[in-house]
């Protein structure tokens, strides 16, 4: 502000910079720049007057009590996880009220992150001295942007690691912002550092067992950074590797050889429902990589299409062997709806 304003012209010139209401703008930083002393003086009688004398969430702390409460939230989410007997926050808990109580305090974390970002946190700095009159004090954060990024992932999760669960079906709230945080930005660098650590080790001639786990060990704890599914193709990747199956190719990162894993997982459950039911291969994988849900599934009569070229006979043939009896038409017809809706909708499994 630019001008000297006192009572109702301040509210308003306040209330004028908070138009963009919501997550993208939860609060900001007014400075003013004519008579400080007077103008802080003024605010504080017109916050007073139009309060009603209790001026409670109207201003954010000051960085410094920002990010204690910051390393205080960030304390409490380890120990959740940790009390859960998840170590390195790689999976969600497994209780659901476990669940719920993180995402409570991933977005208690982001409230005061975000307004702590206005104040001047930046994730380049770990460490913030302050000195108010004759006191100093230093604040040192307890982790960093990239363990900041997997507790987002972790989030996010919270609804789309289950398997086409959706936001409805969580007994707890999420904030759908969140889930839009870019975890994209994950260190993969370190991941593959530790994996080249621990092929070295592995080929040395006289290195130790405890050594070699110890490596694994390291190696495991980067997996934080993936997503479930990518988590179950590194470990049997790696299993690959200490039984001799797999096969190293120079510059080859560790996240290229879980993609081609997923893949490969991927083509063969397709090629399995293809062969047991006899369906359009095509059909399939294009309803899969379309990203559909239980609600959209048939959209332009998409799902009825793909089940019409379902061959019947083979598909008798598949089921009747699976369950050891005779089943009846129309109930081969319900067991192929449930079957495929789930395959497309969980993003495909082994039939």
């Known amino acids: 502000m630019d001008k000297v304003l006192k009572f109702e012209n301040i509210i308003q010139a306040f209330s004028r910079t908070n138009r963009l209401f919501g997550n993208e703008k939860p609060f900001g930083t007014i400075r003013y720049y004519r008579y400080p002393h007077t103008m802080e003086r003024n605010i504080e009688q017109a916050v007073k007057l139009y309060s009603g004398d209790r001026p409670i969430g109207l201003f954010v702390q000051r960085l410094e009590q920002n990010l204690l409460r910051i390393n205080e939230i960030y304390g409490e989410i380890s120990y959740l996880f940790t009390n859960a007997g998840v170590d390195n926050f790689e999976r969600l808990p497994d209780d659901l009220t476990e669940r719920g109580e993180f995402a409570k305090l991933f977005k208690e974390l982001n409230d005061y992150l975000e307004a702590a970002k206005i104040q001047g946190f930046t994730w380049g700095k770990s460490e913030y001295k302050f000195r108010e009159g004759k006191s100093k004090s230093v604040v040192t954060m307890k982790f960093d942007e990239n363990i900041y990024l997997i507790l987002a992932l972790r989030y996010k999760e919270l609804f789309t690691g289950g398997g086409g669960v959706g936001l409805e079906d969580i007994p707890f709230e999420i904030d759908s912002y969140l889930t839009e945080i870019d975890t994209g930005k994950i260190d993969a660098d370190y991941m593959n550092s530790r994996f080249e650590k621990y092929l070295k080790t592995l080929k040395a001639e006289d290195t130790d067992g405890d050594h070699i786990q110890l490596t694994l060990d390291e190696l495991h704890k980067s997996f934080a950074s993936l997503t479930q599914e990518e988590q179950k193709f590194a470990n049997i990747f790696i299993h690959d590797v200490q039984s001799g199956n797999a096969t190293i190719e120079n510059n080859k990162t560790f996240r290229e050889y879980i993609t081609e894993y997923q893949f ?38 998409r799902f009825a299409a793909l089940k019409n070229t379902v061959d019947k006979t083979k598909a008798k043939e598949y089921f009747e062997k699976l369950e050891g009896q005779t089943i009846p038409p129309f109930k081969i017809n319900i067991k192929i709806h449930n079957l495929l809706q789930s395959f497309i909708i969980s993003g495909g499994f082994e039939v």
């Not at 047991?276 to 291969?281: I, N, R, V």
């Open 264 to 301: 490969n997982a991927k083509n063969a459950e397709i090629r399995q429902i293809h062969q047991a039911l006899g369906l359009d291969e095509v059909k399939l994988r294009n309803m899969m990589n379309s990203g559909v849900n239980e609600g959209n599934i048939d959209d332009y009569g």
